[in-house]
């Protein structure tokens, strides 16, 4: 058995964070590989050093003193080696991140240097080999992410190494300039290397006990999912659901590698199991609720649409021409709606309209706004009777107006339109009805 452990964040906060990350990759051996986060925050109040290195990189940009903050930094790494009671001296490192920013080195380069400096004192702490992620995950000259090059180099390189540190966010591209992943990235990197070394599991530490069913700050104390798939968890993190970054799954997907979240403050709770398939029913019929705000329906009304070909063609082309990807288009005989971000469709909007009834020429266009979309997603739904009824008993209980119903054709979702003041109701509703019912 091999694993790749990820530490999050919060998870390496401090030597007593860093200590019981330790514990758990020595309390089992097939913990080999370990990718950790930049030192998170202590509590609420604290800043990020990500955070603190953006903000070393603009004052230097803009020819300020950045001196101060990089001290902050360093005292961030001095108090962990402190704590651990090491003998590590990080001046050498922290003389060469100043010279490499005052040579511009690049906003990525900063922030970099985050997961690097824990890279460096985990893997002298926990004895493992440390692998600069610079020399083995690849980025194009694009700064995109290049899957296969490095899935090669790394699994060359890690096969002649017992144990090792792989610092996650960064790579390089092929001039060795540094490249990050998108905020949260250190989730991709365990991920590569997960599928690098054909791992039997992904461990994903971070400061929850797994997925919860939905959202806390809407339902309180919501339960946590014990297993989900690819899938629905694709479908619930599109919507809105957080923990992991949405590009983590892929590596690992395509190998069918499971991930593990689980939280480094209750090593003992078992977490979310996160799976390419399962025989496993879900604990409730539905798996998770999830959502987001601020959606416009764009409703268009022609007479006999039904059997104009290409009517609905020409509509979303209006959207196309104006770079705004639609996320639902539920249609009836005569009419089709577009539902899309109110955000990006507000700017536009006279643009697309004006489109539409160019191109499809349409009797009647009307706009719906304010509106939220909730996903109810769960593999166990096509296999019981009566999932839609409840949803929807429940909405009418809680007096809530449906504005749109689609269903995905795999029947593993349902997607429902609602005012956004209806938003938190709704997700109270739905998620009562499936787990305070216990069916
Ligand atoms: N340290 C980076 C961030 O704050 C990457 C990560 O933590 O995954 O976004």
């Given at each position: 058995m091999?694993?790749?452990v990820?530490?999050?964040?919060?998870?390496?906060?401090?030597?007593e964070?860093?200590k019981?990350?330790?514990?758990?990759?020595?309390?089992?051996?097939?913990r080999r590989?370990?990718?950790?986060?930049?030192?998170?925050?202590r509590?609420s109040?604290?800043?990020?050093?990500?955070?603190?290195?953006?903000?070393?990189?603009?004052?230097?940009?803009?020819?300020?003193n950045?001196?101060?903050v990089?001290?902050?930094i360093?005292?961030?790494?001095?108090?962990?080696?402190?704590g651990?009671?090491?003998?590590?001296?990080?001046s050498?490192?922290?003389?060469?991140i100043e010279?490499?920013i005052d040579?511009?080195?690049?906003?990525?380069y900063a922030a970099?240097?985050g997961?690097?400096?824990?890279?460096?004192i985990?893997?002298?702490y926990?004895?493992?080999?440390?692998?600069?992620?610079?020399e083995?995950?690849?980025?194009?000259e694009?700064?995109?992410?290049e899957?296969?090059?490095?899935?090669?180099?790394?699994?060359?390189?890690?096969s002649?190494?017992?144990?090792?540190v792989?610092p996650?966010?960064?790579g390089?591209?092929?001039?060795?300039?540094?490249?990050t992943?998108?905020?949260?990235g250190?989730?991709?990197?365990?991920?590569i290397?997960?599928?690098?070394i054909?791992?039997?599991?992904?461990?994903n530490?971070t400061d929850?006990?797994?997925?919860?069913?939905?959202?806390?700050?809407?339902?309180?104390?919501?339960?946590?999912i014990n297993?989900?798939?690819?899938k629905e968890l694709?479908?619930?993190?599109?919507m809105g659901?957080?923990v992991?970054h949405d590009?983590?799954?892929?590596?690992v997907?395509?190998?069918?590698?499971p991930?593990?979240?689980?939280n480094?403050?209750?090593?003992?709770?078992?977490g979310?199991?996160?799976?390419?398939?399962?025989?496993?029913?879900?604990?409730?019929?539905?798996?998770?609720?999830a959502?987001?705000?601020?959606?416009?329906?764009?409703?268009?009304e022609?007479?006999?649409?039904?059997?104009?070909?290409?009517?609905?063609?020409?509509?979303?082309?209006?959207?196309?021409?104006?770079?705004?990807?639609f996320?639902?288009?539920p249609s009836?005989?005569?009419?089709?709606?577009?539902?899309?971000e109110q955000e990006a469709?507000?700017?536009k909007?006279?643009?697309?309209?004006?489109?539409?009834?160019?191109m499809?020429?349409p009797?009647?266009?009307?706009?719906?706004?304010?509106?939220?979309?909730?996903?109810?997603?769960?593999?166990?739904?096509?296999?019981?009777?009566g999932?839609a009824?409840?949803?929807f008993?429940?909405?009418?209980?809680?007096?809530?107006?449906v504005?749109?119903?689609?269903q995905?054709?795999?029947?593993?979702?349902?997607?429902?339109?609602?005012?956004?003041?209806?938003f938190?109701?709704a997700?109270?509703?739905?998620y009562?009805?499936f787990v305070d019912t216990?069916?």
């Amino acid at each position: 058995m091999k694993k790749v452990v990820k530490f999050g964040g919060s998870s390496l906060a401090s030597a007593e964070q860093f200590k019981k990350a330790a514990d758990i990759v020595k309390s089992d051996i097939s913990r080999r590989y370990v990718v950790p986060s930049a030192p998170g925050k202590r509590d609420s109040k604290d800043t990020k050093v990500t955070d603190l290195l953006y903000r070393c990189y603009d004052l230097a940009e803009a020819g300020r003193n950045y001196h101060e903050v990089l001290f902050q930094i360093r005292g961030r790494y001095d108090g962990i080696i402190k704590g651990l009671g090491m003998d590590l001296d990080l001046s050498e490192e922290f003389a060469e991140i100043e010279r490499k920013i005052d040579a511009h080195a690049g906003k990525a380069y900063a922030a970099s240097r985050g997961e690097y400096l824990n890279g460096k004192i985990m893997a002298a702490y926990l004895g493992f080999t440390f692998v600069d992620a610079a020399e083995v995950i690849y980025f194009n000259e694009d700064g995109e992410f290049e899957p296969e090059l490095t899935d090669k180099v790394l699994a060359e390189k890690l096969s002649g190494i017992e144990k090792a540190v792989i610092p996650g966010f960064y790579g390089a591209d092929p001039e060795g300039r540094i490249c990050t992943f998108s905020r949260g990235g250190s989730d991709i990197t365990g991920s590569i290397v997960a599928r690098a070394i054909k791992a039997s599991l992904y461990e994903n530490w971070t400061d929850v006990s797994g997925f919860l069913l939905t959202d806390p700050h809407i339902v309180k104390d919501p339960v946590i999912i014990n297993i989900i798939t690819y899938k629905e968890l694709r479908e619930l993190s599109y919507m809105g659901a957080g923990v992991l970054h949405d590009e983590a799954i892929f590596p690992v997907r395509k190998a069918g590698i499971p991930i593990n979240i689980r939280n480094t403050n209750d090593p003992d709770a078992p977490g979310t199991m996160i799976v390419k398939t399962t025989g496993a029913k879900s604990r409730y019929t539905i798996t998770g609720i999830a959502g987001r705000k601020g959606f416009v329906a764009v409703n268009v009304e022609k007479d006999r649409m039904n059997s104009e070909i290409g009517f609905g063609r020409k509509v979303l082309e209006a959207f196309e021409k104006y770079g705004i990807s639609f996320e639902h288009m539920p249609s009836g005989i005569d009419t089709l709606s577009v539902f899309v971000e109110q955000e990006a469709f507000e700017p536009k909007e006279q643009a697309v309209l004006a489109a539409i009834n160019r191109m499809a020429a349409p009797d009647v266009i009307s706009i719906d706004t304010d509106l939220a979309l909730i996903a109810v997603v769960g593999r166990s739904m096509k296999d019981a009777r009566g999932t839609a009824g409840r949803v929807f008993a429940s909405l009418a209980h809680a007096r809530i107006n449906v504005r749109m119903i689609d269903q995905g054709s795999d029947e593993e979702n349902i997607i429902i339109g609602v005012k956004n003041d209806d938003f938190e109701p709704a997700i109270r509703a739905i998620y009562s009805i499936f787990v305070d019912t216990r069916i």
